[in-house]
């Protein structure tokens, strides 16, 4: 268990979390260092307001909101404003059911709708939440588990919406799926209901990611890297031989994932955080392109009308205009819909190839080697080569400049000793090579000149 999954468990001897300085200790403790930054979020007098903060400064700004209403806390970490492109590590699962909206349980207290919940997690092989919150009018679940960085988001997405399809029947929220979402804190109110928001079971233990996802997920990851070897196999030319796995098994999101941190890693290099005019197009749709890979299409608008702003400059009007499109063929992929393509159906969603997006944003050879994929022929070979030469040294095999100059050594010792007099078994016997080898070494000396 890592540090940050035992210093959430030591919150199960606690009776019960009541004040929000304990809520957002169990999702942000300290002890797991200061990386990224939370956000606190106020609606006041019809505003909504959010505030960015580190986690030292966590405990004590929720503290000061202790029964105020509309209060919320975002569940996992960011790198700077609280949208998925900013990612910093996502820190829990979470699942918002809104039983309200749901007739037959419209009026069962949060007590009866928790006892259908665990009913659902034990039909399902669920494993139970560290924390259940009566926030209103639903009930919020979360399973508080050990770090993971954005790479991680595409399996992440998977299990909420493993979630979200198990509380489904109980009234799961649909918009509450993504990672940049926020929810209630203990000890705030809500206001339509003036109930306040509360725990209504002690705290369980957090959870190892990969455990919980290979609880959730039909495949493990095991599993998954074996059936992904299999297909390797059977698509192979001569299924005789044996077939290597590629070293990087992408899936569209992860690939994607892993463009969209090469896109940002790129407008750092270039641009330092900003597009200028005559750049902007063609950065923004492939960006969005990737979002529309990654984020759930009812909040894709919102994230990438955000990244536009801020990288671009752009007002929402004008993101919605050149970005449109973007949006619209991940509603359709949502939907299950598909597009014609060279006489099959594919996922109306773009994707292009690397090579297609190095053309598009010129990038240079200097900037691949700052990437991940966006990488042309020339710096694959190169990494190929850097590769190669790390395997041989960790067999001990010598680099080729240290083996020329070990080699002339020798070749050079061989002269002297053959010029003091010494025979050719004489010399073969004190560099411990045979006497072929030794006279190959003098006629190499003689036409070097040596």
């Given amino acids: 268990m890592s540090t940050n999954v035992a210093e959430r468990a030591t919150w199960r001897k606690r009776t019960r979390i009541e004040k929000p300085e304990e809520h957002a200790a169990l999702l942000h403790p300290w002890a797991d260092g200061c990386h990224g930054l939370v956000t606190v979020a106020r609606r006041t007098d019809g505003h909504w307001r959010e505030t960015r903060l580190k986690i030292p400064d966590l405990p004590w700004a929720v503290r000061e909101l202790a029964g105020a209403p509309e209060v919320y806390l975002s569940q996992n970490r960011f790198k700077g404003p609280r949208k998925i492109a900013h990612l910093w590590q996502l820190d829990s ?51 508080a588990h050990s770090p993971i960085p954005r790479p991680a988001l595409p399996r992440w997405n998977a299990c909420q919406r493993r979630l979200y399809e198990a509380f489904k029947p109980l009234g799961a929220d649909r918009g509450a799926l993504d990672a940049a979402r926020v929810l209630r804190i203990v000890g705030t109110q809500h206001a339509k209901s003036g109930q306040l928001v509360r725990a209504l079971t002690p705290t369980g233990d957090g959870w190892d990611f990969d455990a919980l996802a290979d609880e959730l997920l039909p495949l493990t990851r095991d599993e998954l890297s074996a059936l992904r070897e299999q297909r390797v196999q059977r698509r192979a030319q001569k299924p005789a031989e044996p077939v290597k796995p590629p070293r990087r098994l992408f899936t569209q999101a992860t690939l994607w994932e892993a463009r969209l941190s090469d896109l940002q890693r790129l407008l750092e290099l270039r641009w330092w955080g900003t597009l200028p005019p005559g750049h902007r197009d063609r950065w923004l749709f492939v960006a969005t392109v990737a979002m529309s890979w990654l984020a759930p299409p009812n909040v894709l608008g919102r994230e990438a009308w955000a990244l536009a702003r801020q990288a671009g400059g752009w007002d929402d009007q004008e993101a919605a205009a050149r ?35 190095l053309e598009w944003l010129d990038i240079t050879p200097a900037e691949q080697r700052e990437m991940r994929t966006l990488i042309g022929p020339d710096e694959k070979r190169r990494r190929n080569r850097e590769a190669h030469q790390d395997a041989r040294r960790a067999q001990g095999m010598k680099p080729r400049a240290q083996y020329l100059s070990e080699a002339a050594e020798r070749r050079l010792e061989a002269v002297q000793r053959r010029t003091q007099g010494e025979s050719l078994r004489q010399i073969a016997q004190a560099l411990n090579v045979s006497v072929g080898a030794v006279q190959y070494m003098l006629k190499q000396g003689t036409a070097q000149g040596v």
């Fill in 93 to 143: 699962l979470f699942v918002d059911i809104d039983s309200h909206k749901v007739p037959q349980w419209a009026d069962k207290p949060p007590e009866s709708i928790w006892e259908l919940c665990k009913e659902v997690l034990e039909d399902q092989g669920i494993p139970r939440p560290t924390l259940t919150v009566a926030t209103g009018r639903g009930l919020a679940l979360v399973w």
């Fill in 323 to 357: 970005l449109r499109t973007v949006v619209k063929r991940a509603q359709m992929a949502a939907q299950g819909q598909t597009v014609e393509w060279q006489g099959r159906a594919v996922d109306p969603r773009y994707a292009f190839k690397t090579s297609t997006i």
